[in-house]
C-alpha cells in the first residue's frame, strides 16, 4: 500500500505513455492527479481512480490548480506532456508547449517544493552519431542541428537541458529518454487508427518508403491533409538507432521483451478492440 500523504502529479496523463503510467501507479494503490487538455477525448480511458485536472502546460494558473496539495503530502512530478510530431519544420507552439512548458513545470516544483520531478525526454533529443552506439550526454546536450533533427528532437533537447540546468541548482529532478513505443491500449491520437493499421500491412525498402513520402507530401500540400508517412518519419526509422540503456537497466532495473512480443500483444488488442479484423 502506498503511503496516504503522498500523490503523483502526472502530466500528459491521457497519452499513450501517461495513461500507462497512470494506470500501473493505480495499480499500486498509489494517489494519482492527471493534468489533461481540456476536451482530449482520451481522459476518459483514465481509471476513475485517478483525479483530472483540465489545463494548459502554457497556463500557469491552469498548473496552480493541478500543483495545490495538502502541506504535508509528499508531490511526485511525473512530466510527461509534449506536442509530438513528424513535421521536422519549426514551430513556435511546439517550442512553447515542450520548452516553456517543462519551465513552466520547473517552476511550480521549486514553489510547491516537490519531492521530485521526473521529466520524459526522448532518444531523439540525443545527438545522433554517425555509426556506432549513441549514449545519454552528460551534464547537457549540446544543440547540434547537424545531429539533432527536426524541431520536435530540438524542442526535447532544450527542455531536457533545462531540467539539467535546474537540478544542478538543486532540484531533485531526473531524465528518461524513451524511444518509439509501441504497445497495446494507445487509445490517442498521435497515430491515427487509419494510418496505424495500414502501415502494418506492408514493409518497404527504406528508398521506396523515401520515394512515396515524398510524393505523400506533396499531395498533403495540395489537400491540406496529414501524410500518411513523411520523409521525415523514414529517416526516424533508418537513422542510427543503436542506443544504449545500460545506466537504466543498471540503476532502474529495465529490461526490454521480444519485438515479436510487443507486436503480438498490439494486434490482439487491436482486433479485441475492433479496429482491425
Known amino acids: 500500500m502506498s503511503k496516504r500523504n503522498k500523490m503523483y502529479l502526472v502530466t500528459g496523463a491521457a497519452g499513450f505513455l501517461g495513461s500507462t503510467v497512470c494506470r500501473k501507479l493505480v495499480e499500486r494503490n498509489e494517489k494519482v492527479r492527471a493534468f489533461v487538455l481540456e476536451g482530449d477525448k482520451s481522459a476518459k480511458y483514465l481509471p476513475e481512480e485517478v483525479e483530472i485536472a483540465y489545463g ?13 496539495t495538502p502541506e504535508d503530502m509528499e508531490v511526485i512530478v511525473l512530466h510527461i506532456a509534449s506536442i509530438v510530431t513528424v513535421n521536422p519544420d ?28 521526473v ?47 535546474a537540478a544542478k541548482e538543486g532540484l531533485n529532478a531526473c531524465v528518461v529518454h524513451p524511444s518509439g513505443i509501441l504497445g497495446p491500449e494507445d487509445f490517442t491520437k498521435l497515430v ?9 500491412k506492408f514493409f ?50 529495465y529490461t526490454t521483451r521480444s519485438y515479436r512480443e510487443t507486436i503480438r500483444d498490439e494486434i490482439r488488442w487491436l482486433k479485441e478492440t475492433g479496429k482491425i479484423a
Open 90 to 117: 519549426y514551430s513556435q507552439k511546439v517550442m512553447d508547449v515542450n520548452v516553456g512548458g517543462t519551465e513552466n513545470i520547473i517552476e511550480m516544483c521549486k514553489e510547491h517544493k516537490v519531492s521530485k520531478l
Open 56 to 68: 494548459d502546460l502554457c497556463n500557469k494558473d491552469d498548473l496552480e490548480r493541478f500543483f495545490e
Open 192 to 200: 491515427s487508427e487509419e494510418s496505424g493499421c495500414k502501415q502494418m
Open 204 to 253: 518497404l525498402p527504406i528508398s521506396v518508403a523515401n520515394l512515396i513520402a515524398g510524393v505523400l507530401e506533396e499531395k498533403a500540400k495540395k489537400t491540406g491533409e496529414k501524410p500518411l508517412m513523411t520523409t521525415f518519419s523514414v529517416y526516424n526509422l533508418a537513422r542510427n538507432n543503436r542506443l544504449d540503456s545500460s545506466k537504466a537497466s543498471k540503476d532502474l532495473g
Open 119 to 165: 521529466y520524459c525526454s526522448s532518444t531523439g533529443a540525443i545527438p545522433e552519431e554517425a555509426k556506432g552506439t549513441i549514449r545519454e550526454c552528460e551534464g547537457s546536450i549540446p544543440l547540434d542541428p547537424e545531429r539533432i533533427k527536426g524541431c520536435y528532437s530540438l524542442s526535447k533537447a532544450m527542455a531536457t537541458n533545462v531540467v539539467l540546468k
